[in-house]
């Protein structure tokens, strides 16, 4: 899928898309460079300019050389172990105890700087809640929570900071560690989702594997005892010297083994087949390297059943060139959608309808290309055709693909 998350946009070079890939990192996923390592701690150090309180505090507060040096020292202490922790937390092999030292490290920070230069490094407080809400499981997080807060008030309260500054800091310490500890959820639930989708891509491919062994072992199993026993009648014809009948076994042989290839080929065609099950797990993975979201129903799987084999694969087809045309080209697409409707001809002649579209910029004035062309070949061949066009509002791109949907009559039950 690596290819998915390095597409680039129709109007910048493929190395371009490269190094526009290395920035991305999608919330839960585990950093893959140093450059997008750089890029979190820098969008992470922008939330540390609330520091700017307690620095100017020991820029404007009349403090001594000596508590401007301690309070500059601690700050710096401070950031370094906040950035420590990001790198920690962000590494593959995450040392827990090393984060728990990293937080233990800023609280007491925290704890001596309000203590020794007043309560405007009571900030301080906050972002040792927020870091101590990202080490802490779950369950423990609430209780971990309210201590820091209890933590921040009695600190405050012994410092003689005003009530409103005890009060707005232990609050704002809370309420930010709860905010921490539900996104940690939810970036659990973000990673969680992805291994599943990809577990389900990996199932749907080992199906498939599995229908090919079944059939190349029904065919060749057959097929191979068939043509041992007839080798073996030849033979014995052979030393009898029955010629005829050892030619009448060697032409069976023949006939049996060309007809083996074709049910072999025939079999390795369906294999190569793609299905709308497979092909939409894999559409799940691609669009969401590509940050895409998918929106598809959970039964447009098994929307049609009795669909044959030529015209699913034809749709598979479909719901594929769509997809790649999204990741490839969707610019400033977000949301993908697939539905799936039937539709009635004037003819009367039912159709199976796959729609998918996308909320990017669209095409604009670019021709089809020879994914399309091919598409709409494959269509034609089992009857069925291609729509291709602006979305709804002149928005995104929309592919729809129809196929007929043709049913078997059930027989007629003989009177007697």
């Known amino acids: 899928m690596s290819d998915a998350r390095q597409a680039h946009r129709p109007d910048e070079p493929p190395e371009a898309g490269a190094v526009r890939a290395s920035f991305m990192n999608v919330p839960g996923s585990p950093v893959e460079s140093r450059r997008q390592l750089l890029v979190k701690v820098a969008w992470m150090l922008l939330w540390m300019t609330y520091l700017a309180y307690p620095a100017s505090d020991l820029i404007n507060g009349g403090h001594s050389l000596a508590d401007q040096v301690l309070g500059w020292v601690c700050l710096a202490v401070f ?31 925290a704890v001596t700087s309000s203590f020794v230069l007043g309560g405007a490094f009571l900030t301080m407080f906050i972002y040792a809640s927020v870091c101590l809400a990202v080490i802490t ?24 900071a005003g009530n409103d500054d005890i009060s707005t800091f232990a609050l704002s310490a809370f309420l930010s ?49 068939l043509i041992t026993l007839k080798s073996e009648l ?83 087809w479909a719901l594929r060139e769509a997809v790649t045309n999204v990741v490839r080209h969707g610019e400033d697409a977000t949301v993908c959608t697939v539905t799936a409707d039937e539709s009635w001809e004037a003819s009367g002649e039912r159709y199976a309808v796959l729609e998918i579209t996308d909320n990017g910029r669209g095409p604009g004035k670019s021709q089809p290309g020879n994914g399309l062309s091919g598409l709409e070949e494959r269509l034609a061949l089992v009857g069925g055709r291609l729509e291709t066009g602006p979305g709804q509002h002149g928005k995104g791109f929309r592919l729809r693909a129809s196929v007929p949907l043709r049913t078997v009559a059930a027989p007629v039950a003989k009177s007697l």
């Open 234 to 316: 030849a033979g014995r014809f052979m030393d009898a010297g029955k010629d005829e009948a050892a030619r009448a076994q060697v032409a069976d042989i023949e006939q049996v083994a060309r007809q083996s290839l074709i049910d072999v080929r025939e079999a390795v065609t369906g294999f190569r087949r793609p299905t709308l099950p497979v092909e939409l797990a894999a559409a799940r993975t691609a669009l969401a390297a590509a940050q895409v979201r998918l929106e598809a129903a959970p039964e447009l799987v098994d929307a049609w059943p009795s669909l044959d084999d030529e015209e699913s694969g034809a749709l598979a």
């Open 79 to 109: 950031v370094v172990s906040y950035v420590l922790l990001v790198i920690f937390r962000s590494q593959a092999g995450m040392r827990p105890r090393a984060c728990q030292v990293t937080v233990a490290t800023m609280i007491a920070l």
């Open 177 to 225: 560690g709860v905010a921490m500890t539900g996104l940690q959820r939810l970036v659990a639930t973000m990673k969680e989702l992805r291994e599943a989708r990809a577990a389900v891509a990996h199932l749907a491919a080992s199906e498939e594997r599995l229908r090919l062994a079944r059939d190349l072992h029904d065919l060749l199993g057959h097929s191979l005892s």
């Open 137 to 160: 499981p779950l369950k423990y997080a609430l209780r971990a929570l309210v201590g820091m807060a209890v933590l921040t008030v009695v600190t405050g309260l012994l410092i003689h």
